[in-house]
Every structure is written in C-alpha cells, then in structure tokens.
C-alpha cells in the first residue's frame, strides 16, 4: 500500500537512487533543512525494510529464513538450499538479510545524527527522530534473534570502511540497546490515531513490539525471566489505550491488505509495499506469491506454490467451526486446463491435508492490474491478537500458572475465531502452568501462522530443533519417494543463529563466527 512513499514521491524522486547508496544515502548539505527533508529521510529507513534487494519483508524474511514447523517448501535444492537447513555462510539469502537489516541501521543513525546538528527540534521532527530509532532497535532485533552476537554501529559510517572493525556486541548489550532506543522513540511518536497510516510507528505499536522484545529476554538465550512482568506491563499499555480491538471477521484483516485498505485497529504496525515493480518501483512485496495458492494464471493471481503446510498446524485449530482454519490453509487449489493458462478451482478431498497451501493472502481479491511476482499487500509486524497472546503468556509466566485474566485474553481470540455466537472457545479450566503454555503455543501457532513470528518463538521456547524435526518425520512418512524431510534431518544447533556472512566475516577480523559454521 505504502501511503508513506505515495506521499513523498516529489521529494524522493530526486533521492531514490541516492537511497540505495551506502553509507551516505543523502546529502546534509542539501537535506536536513525541512520537516519535509526529514520526512523524506524517515521514509528511506522504513523502505530498506521492504526494499527488493534487501531480502527482508518483501519476502524472504518470512519465507525462507522463518522455516520452522507451520510450512515447509517442496522447491529448493537437495544438495544446499536454505529452505531445508542446508547451506553455509556464503548464501546469499543470510548476506541480503544482513546487509538489509545494516541498511536500515545505518540511514536511521544518518537521520539522528544530522537532525541533532540541524537545529530542527519541533515535536514533529522529533516524532521521526524517535521513529528512526525505532526503526533502529527493531532491525537489531531481527539481527540478535536470528544472529546472536553482533556489530553495533550507533552512529553514521562516514568512511568506507569504518564499520568492517567494529567488535560483536553481546546479546544483552544489543538487547539493552534496543531497550533504550524502543522507550526514547515511546515518548516521542505520535499516537496511531494522528498518524495518516499504520504504515509508521505509533506509541501503542513500539510499546507492542517492546513487549515482543521483552517476551524474547524472557526466554532463550537469555533466559532473564523477569521480563515477564515488563511484557505484560507493555501489553497492558497498548490495550488500555482503547485504541486498539479485534477485527470481528478474521479472514477480513488479510482481505484488507490485499484490498490495500488500512486497518489500524487490529493491525498495529505494518511494513509499507508498493506497487507491482511493473513501474520500476522496488518497494512491492511478495504476500500470497511465494507462500500462496499455486496458480499459473497471472489473471487469477499467480503463485508458485512452493510451500505447503504440515497436519500439525490443520491439527492445532478447532476444528471445521475454527474459521481461521480454512482460511489459512486453503481449502481448495487451482487446476490447470489443459494446453491454456486458465484454471479452475478444485476442492481437496478430506485425505489431502499434507498437500494444502497457505490461503492467507489470497491474490484472486487483488484489485487492478496484477503482476506475476510483486504485490502492494503490506506486511503486519504486529496484530492486537498477539499482544492479547503475549501478555496471556506472560501473566502465567509471572504466577507460575494461569489467572482469571489470563483465561479471558486468550479467549477473546478463540471466540473472535468461532463467532461471537459459537460455543466451545474458553480454553478447559484449572490448567496448570505447563499445560495453560501449551496452550498457548498452540494458539499462537494458528492464530499468527505465516505472519514471521513462529520461528522467534519456537526460538524463544527451545522447541525449534525438536519440532522441525518432528516435522520432518512426518513428512518422510507421508511422502516416502520425495526428499521434502531433509528440513528435519538437516537442522541442528548451530541453526539457532544464522551463520555471520563470509563477506562480513572475511573483512572484519574483530569479530567471531557462530558455533558450528
């Protein structure tokens, strides 16, 4: 949708191919002067997150680096490939992912660094500074969940080769960095109901992130269980807000993105696509492409259909009343006529649940032209179903078992998911602490399937390695003559971090490689 860069187009036609340069993507000089330069500036941060060569959220993010147990693919290559956990720290996708995440960092630095010397100070200005360190400490958290101990510039490389000698920072170094950066841009952004789109950041969206953030101290590697209590606090700011609800139709929130209608009510912060690139633009995304219903007419939607979903994910809903469950693992697949392009829709027989394909994003509700690998759907970060998980979770943490409170957040998502009028949503009573978690797992499982967040979890949990391979055996079981259960017998500890790339690693001497690359 990215009503960010439809905004600022006049401004940015003249920096765009700026943008993609490093470490200056523009020029104090000429830049700086305005709340409209800054603007401009805050609007190339957010658009290295969507950027088409940076191999985040326009696809590979939440595809082929979020490979855990609610996919998995049937494409890739047996002897290395990513998307089965068989690569080494020369592939592309981890070099792009890292050095999109590097991109993001470093125009965000260049912005705070520059407006502090600008002389500009209006609250608006202030606002973007805030939105910019945001944007700072949440691309070091993508970097310390998936890569552990890393750099951490926090100022602009005005070098060449400046940031080739900087040490690995500790985990919880970097995680106290992002706490600081996540509570200074709290009190200066602005609220999401004085903010044109849900595309930027507002309060209640970094208080819902810092509470994802707190939710991983909790856990693993860190395991500083005491973040427990400032995850729930943070949740409870954003739904004592009131600014935010569950959208009562749930198949909806995905219909609007495709429709490219803003939903700010359940979706808290979304990562801005735009266009098709059939215009030149490198700021489409990919949503329901990759990880779609397999379609090869352009017409209908066009999709590749290289992953698939496992029966413990159709098995984790509540049954056919859960209408989540037909919604987010299609229920049908396109058939291709014989000697045309065109298709037909054909039901699955009851037997084919291993075969589904994720039906989140569906393109056929796509308006206006279509191009067949890039869309304008926006990506949601993060969703109000979450934060009413999150602090479920973390309120049974805090007790060592489940409270009158936390029964009633997680079962006003299951009762989003059966209607208002279904029976049978409330959860059993009198759980203890490890079944009520259990639960939870589950829940977060189908309610945010396909939305990138499985794979921290499960890290978060301790549960990636086992349940992939879980997976895995399955897989070999069903489909016997395919190679699709090398995904479990491939991963193994060292896939708790991403390898550092070797083009990083090779140039900078100051730092260590991750255990087992």
């Not at 209590?229 to 929130?253: F, G, R, T, W």
């Not at 590749?304 to 919604?327: A, C, H, Q, V, Y």
Request: aromatic residues 12%; hydrophobic residues 35%.
């Amino acid at each position: 949708m990215n009503k960010i860069y439809t905004l600022l187009s006049v401004l940015l036609i003249s920096s765009c191919q700026l943008l993609s340069l490093e470490p200056d993507f523009v020029t104090p000089e000429t830049t700086y002067k305005t709340e409209d330069d800054v603007l401009a500036a805050l609007t190339g941060t957010y658009n290295a997150l969507m950027g088409r060569y940076n191999r985040l959220y326009n696809g590979p993010y939440y595809t082929h680096m979020s490979v855990s147990d609610e996919f998995y693919f049937t494409s890739y290559q047996p002897a290395q490939d990513i998307r089965i956990y068989s690569f080494d720290a020369s592939d592309t996708e981890v070099q792009k992912m890292w050095a999109g995440l590097y991109q993001c960092i470093s125009r965000a630095n260049y912005l705070i660094h520059h407006v502090a010397k600008s002389g500009l100070d209006s609250e608006k200005v202030m606002a973007y500074v805030g939105e910019a360190k945001f944007l700072r400490a949440y691309s070091y958290f993508l970097l310390v969940t998936q890569f552990g101990s890393v750099p951490m510039p926090l100022e602009p490389t005005f070098s060449p080769d400046s940031r080739y000698f900087l040490p690995q920072s500790s985990i919880r170094e970097i995680y106290a960095q992002i706490e600081k950066d996540m509570k200074e841009a709290e009190a200066v952004v602005l609220d999401i109901t004085d903010l044109p789109t849900n595309e930027r950041i507002s309060v209640t969206g970094v208080q819902a992130v810092l509470a994802r953030v707190y939710m991983s101290m909790a856990g693993q590697p860190l395991m500083e269980t005491a973040r427990y209590k400032d995850a729930a606090e943070y949740c409870e700011k954003v739904i004592s807000s009131e600014m935010h609800d569950l959208n009562p139709d749930y198949k909806q929130i995905f219909i609007n993105q495709i429709k490219n209608i803003s939903e700010p009510k359940e979706c808290i912060w979304e990562i801005a696509a735009h266009g098709n690139n059939l215009s030149g633009e490198v700021q489409a995304g990919q949503l329901g492409i990759v990880n779609g219903i397999s379609c090869v007419s352009e017409e209908v939607g066009y999709s590749s259909g290289s992953i698939r979903t496992p029966i413990k994910l159709w098995n984790s809903f509540m049954g056919e009343n859960d209408t989540r469950r037909d919604w987010c693992i299609a229920s049908y697949y396109y058939k291709q006529k014989e000697g045309t392009l065109d298709v037909e829709k054909i039901d699955w027989p009851d037997t084919k649940i291993w075969e589904r394909y994720p039906g989140k994003w569906r393109r056929e509700y796509e308006e206006g032209v279509k191009a067949k690998s890039f869309n304008s759907t926006n990506f949601p970060v993060i969703r109000y179903a979450d934060v009413l998980l999150m602090k479920a979770e973390a309120m049974n943490a805090i007790r060592k078992g489940p409270n009158y409170e936390a029964y009633l957040l997680v079962n006003q998502v299951r009762k989003r998911a059966l209607g208002k009028d279904a029976a049978g949503y409330e959860l059993p009573g009198e759980l203890d602490y490890q079944q009520f978690l259990d639960a939870i797992k589950k829940e977060r499982m189908v309610e945010l399937c396909f939305e990138g967040i499985r794979k921290t979890d499960l890290l978060r949990w301790g549960d990636l390695i086992g349940n992939v391979r879980e997976m895995g055996k399955g897989l070999k079981e069903y489909f016997p003559n395919n190679s699709y259960y090398l995904v479990g017998e491939n991963i193994s500890e060292r896939n708790l971090f991403f390898p550092i790339p070797t083009a990083e690693y090779s140039m900078n001497k100051n730092i260590k490689q991750n255990n087992g690359w």
